[in-house]
């Protein structure tokens, strides 16, 4: 491992977590890609990097939102204990489930993701009447597919932890299911408070990347005791990750919440059609470093 | 004293300079690695090998502070019912770190 390869990776992490940061949504989304693709680290290791990276993302990008009153604490502490329980069960999953079917899963969780913020910001540029017509269909479609996955959730929730807390945050429906993908925290929790809560898109961010870090740590503390943390990979990930949480922070105090969410969509959709890619062994970008 | 110090300047005070001084170790880790001309890869008993890691381990700690930290305010607060919450999520992540020790 030469020094150019620990300043790569900072650079990597700093772009990566300012894109994250802005858009609420964890930085390991980009970086186990562009580790493993471009860096050739072992899948493992850069998975590790990526929940370090997204700690100090969450944490770095979460103070200033906390002084902006942006962040609903309470509503976060209560969804956190479905995340943490969430997150064990994925760290538990993760070794279970095939490789295969996690690219599968995590391609179609980043597609409708990205379908759902798309026809919220197309709604908001139609005028009010159009707008029911045009995409009541969709609205529709995505109500029906959120109810099955909130039964789904629900029922795991209810399994692995059947408290009185649990059920009184039962609007956590999707996490606990696909949490077998680390880095999907964001894409996931955003929409669902989004949508589901009917919360500001600057407040639902705002938690969810308060959230973030604790939902990490739980996995993190996991990978940490079983060695899967390399210092030399987390390390430059951790720190540029912290740069570009803050910066990212910055610029979404200033940009429009409609913007946003055009710039997040299709970024969403590029990373599904890369993962989809991956999945049937296509590499369209051999890079080598 | 609470008022000057809302639990939202807590967090965000405790968030703040805790990423900070992690980053800080990783960052004072990796400038002597690479200063050094031997990086930490080579010889992982070296100084600033330590360092750095030390940075990583506060970094996942940085979470579980937060938490036993509104953990510790919900119950000065008297408010019973999120620090029973808080205090659910702070076993979660433990019993994980406790009971996650046998790789899959």
Redesign the interface.
């Known amino acids: 491992?030469a020094?150019s390869f620990?300043v790569w990776l900072f650079a990597v992490s700093v772009a990566a977590s300012a894109l994250g940061g802005m858009l609420g949504m964890a930085s390991g989304i980009f970086i186990v890609p562009l580790l493993t693709m471009f860096g050739h680290v072992e899948i493992h290791t850069a998975i590790g990097a990526s929940i370090?990276s997204v700690?100090?993302c969450?944490?770095?990008g979460?103070?200033?939102y906390?002084?902006n009153?942006l962040?609903n604490?309470?509503l976060a502490?209560?969804l956190?204990?479905a995340t943490?329980?969430g997150?064990?069960t994925g760290?538990?999953l993760?070794?279970?489930v095939p490789v295969p079917y996690l690219y599968l899963l995590f391609a179609v969780i980043l597609f409708l993701s990205a379908h759902q913020m798309l026809a919220g910001a197309v709604i908001r540029f139609l005028s009010p009447r159009t707008k029911r017509h045009a995409f009541g269909e969709i609205h529709c479609a995505w109500t029906r597919l959120i109810r099955i996955e909130r039964l789904v959730a629900m029922s795991r929730c209810l399994i692995s932890?059947a408290?009185r807390?649990l059920r009184h945050a039962a609007h956590v429906w999707r996490r606990p299911d696909f949490s077998v993908i680390r880095y999907r925290s964001g894409v996931l929790k955003i929409p669902a408070m989004d949508t589901a809560m009917r919360l500001p898109l600057k407040v639902s961010s705002a938690t969810s990347n308060f959230m973030i870090?604790?939902t990490?740590?739980?996995?993190?503390?996991?990978y940490?005791?079983?060695g899967n943390?390399v210092?030399?990979i987390?390390?430059?990930v951790?720190?540029g990750s912290?740069l570009g949480a803050i910066m990212g922070a910055r610029i979404l105090l200033i940009v429009p919440n409609d913007k946003l969410r055009l710039l997040f969509a299709a970024i969403l959709v590029v990373l599904g059609v890369q993962m989809l890619l991956t999945l049937f062994g296509v590499h369209l970008i051999k890079g080598s470093l | 004293m609470n008022r000057v110090w809302g639990?939202?300047?807590l967090?965000?005070?405790l968030?703040?300079y805790?990423?900070?001084s992690?980053?800080a170790a990783?960052?004072l880790?990796?400038t002597l690695a690479?200063i050094g001309s031997h990086?930490?890869?080579r010889n992982p008993a070296t100084m600033p090998?330590r360092i750095?890691?030390m940075?990583?381990?506060l970094?996942?700690?940085?979470?579980?502070l937060?938490?036993l930290l509104?953990f510790l305010v919900f119950i000065r607060e008297r408010d019973f019912r999120?620090a029973?919450?808080?205090g659910?999520?702070l076993a979660?992540?433990l019993?994980?770190?406790f009971f996650?020790?046998p790789?899959?």
């Open positions: 491992m020094g620990i370090i700690i100090p969450s944490c770095g979460a103070a200033p906390l002084k009153r962040t604490i309470r502490i209560v956190e204990t943490t329980v997150a064990l760290v538990l993760a070794g279970i932890c408290s807390t870090g604790v990490a740590a739980a996995s993190a503390g996991v940490f005791m079983r943390i210092t030399e987390a390390g430059p951790a720190f912290v | 639990l939202e300047e967090l965000a005070a968030l703040r805790g990423s900070w992690a980053c990783i960052g880790g990796f690479l990086l930490p890869a090998h750095a890691t940075g990583i381990a970094i996942i700690l940085l979470p579980i937060r938490v509104m999120f029973s919450i808080s659910l999520v979660i992540i019993a994980g770190i996650g020790l790789s899959a």
